[in-house]
Each structure stands twice: as structure tokens, then as C-alpha cells.
């Protein structure tokens, strides 16, 4: 299994709404990353995880609260977003080692209305 | 902040023409990754670079590493239609135990015409 699998694929939700992105890998990766796209630019590093604790904040704003549950799992929990944080949230995982390879999942296509 | 400058953003092309697609930066990284995106999909590794000078070469692919880590190029011959899509270059660095972190290039859409 090389997969990252995401969930929700697509998400529309409102700025006073409360909601959750999943990812689930079986590779035993010990590295997750959420990364954001916005349309037609590349993706950007918001968080990473590494052993299940969160080894890097690329400043991101504190509506999105990141969790590492378990080795397999990472969320990343949204509240009171605004409409610039529609985006395409891309989630990652690789072995902690030096140069491995990230798996991206294919993403939750996000809209804030 | 290290950036990674690619270039052109974009580009539409006949099939069967070659094309290169650059990747600089004023920063080293540990390692350079080439990437590529479809649609609502998320970017599928193509190759890694680590070695200075290096040349790897993926079918019609060829992928080098400047001798001093800062820069790299991506060149298909012949494209064919199958090869259209979003080419993201990457540097990586590798914060002890933090993982891989990936700076991404402004990507290269790439558009071949039959």
C-alpha cells in the first residue's frame, strides 16, 4: 500500500464553522505534512510531524490546529477560516531519513464561503 | 527564506519537440526533487537529485544537478501529449528528526499539442 489517502476530497464550509481534514497512510512513514495550494501556484508548507509531534509551524495562522493521533493519522482541524483560505490542502508522508521521497494524498479541495 | 525561481511557466508545444525547464536558486539544498501534478491530484515524485553534477535519466527525462546544488533542469525529448501537466522542481532540506522539508519552484505547465 503507497497510498495517502484524504478525506474529504471536497469541503464547503462557512467562516463560523468547525470542521476537520483526515489523512491515513499504512506505509509506516513517521513523517506527515500538510502543505496548502492555492490555484494555479505550488504547494506551501504549513506543518510538519515528525515521530507524531509537530517538528515545524511555517507560521501559520492558529484557525488551523494540526493533531497527530498516531503514526497512521494526521488532521488538520479548521475554525472561523476566511474565504483566502480556500485552497487545495495536500496532505504528505515519507520516512524521517535524509532526502526520502514524499507520498502526496490528492488532496481536499477546500471553499469558504 | 530560500526560494526556488523556475522557468517558463509556461510552455505549449508540438509533439515530438524537445524542451528543457530550469530550476535556480542562491540557496543549497540537500537534495533536488522533481515533481509532477495532474489536476485535482497531488505531485507524483518523477526523480531525486543529490549529488552534485548528477544525471539521471527517466525514459525520454533527463534530469541534472548543478555542480554546486543550487540549480537543475529537467529535458524531455520527443514530448508527447501524455507528458502535459504541472513540473514542480523542489529543494529539500532535512532538519534533524523534522523530516523532509520541501521548498517548491513556481511549477512549469506544460502543454504538447498532438
Known amino acids: 500500500d503507497t497510498e495517502v489517502t484524504q478525506t474529504p476530497k471536497h469541503l464547503v464550509m462557512g467562516m463560523t464553522n468547525k470542521k476537520s481534514l483526515k489523512c491515513e497512510q499504512h506505509?509506516?512513514?513517521?513523517?506527515m505534512y500538510w502543505y496548502k495550494q492555492k490555484a494555479k501556484k505550488p504547494p506551501e508548507l504549513m506543518f510538519v510531524?515528525?515521530?507524531?509531534?509537530?517538528?515545524i509551524n511555517e507560521s501559520v495562522p492558529s484557525r488551523f490546529s494540526p493533531e497527530c493521533p498516531n503514526s497512521s493519522l494526521l488532521n488538520l482541524h479548521l475554525h472561523a477560516l476566511q474565504p483566502e483560505d480556500s485552497a487545495l490542502y495536500l496532505c504528505?508522508?515519507?520516512?524521517?531519513?535524509?532526502?526520502?521521497?514524499?507520498?502526496f494524498g490528492s488532496g481536499t479541495q477546500l471553499s469558504v464561503l | 527564506t530560500q526560494l526556488l525561481e523556475q522557468s517558463p511557466q509556461f510552455l505549449s508545444i508540438q509533439e515530438g519537440e524537445n524542451l528543457t525547464v530550469y530550476c535556480n536558486s542562491s540557496?543549497?539544498?540537500?537534495?533536488l526533487q522533481w515533481y509532477r501534478q495532474e489536476p485535482g491530484e497531488g505531485p507524483v515524485l518523477l526523480v531525486t537529485?543529490?549529488?552534485?553534477?548528477e544525471v539521471k535519466k527517466l525514459k525520454r527525462l533527463t534530469f541534472q544537478f548543478g555542480d554546486a546544488r543550487k540549480d537543475s533542469s529537467l529535458h524531455i525529448t520527443a514530448a508527447q501529449p501524455g507528458d502535459t501537466g504541472l513540473y514542480l522542481c523542489?529543494?529539500?532540506?532535512?532538519?534533524?528528526?523534522?523530516?523532509?522539508?520541501?521548498?517548491f519552484g513556481g511549477g512549469t505547465r506544460l502543454m504538447v499539442k498532438p
Open positions: 537529485v543529490v549529488t552534485g553534477g
Open positions: 506505509m509506516g512513514h513517521r513523517a
Open positions: 510531524y515528525s515521530y507524531e509531534k509537530l517538528s
Open positions: 540557496s543549497v539544498f540537500s537534495s
Open positions: 523542489a529543494g529539500a532540506v532535512h532538519p534533524y528528526n523534522a523530516g523532509n522539508m520541501l521548498t
Open positions: 504528505a508522508s515519507s520516512q524521517v531519513l535524509q532526502d526520502e521521497k514524499l507520498f
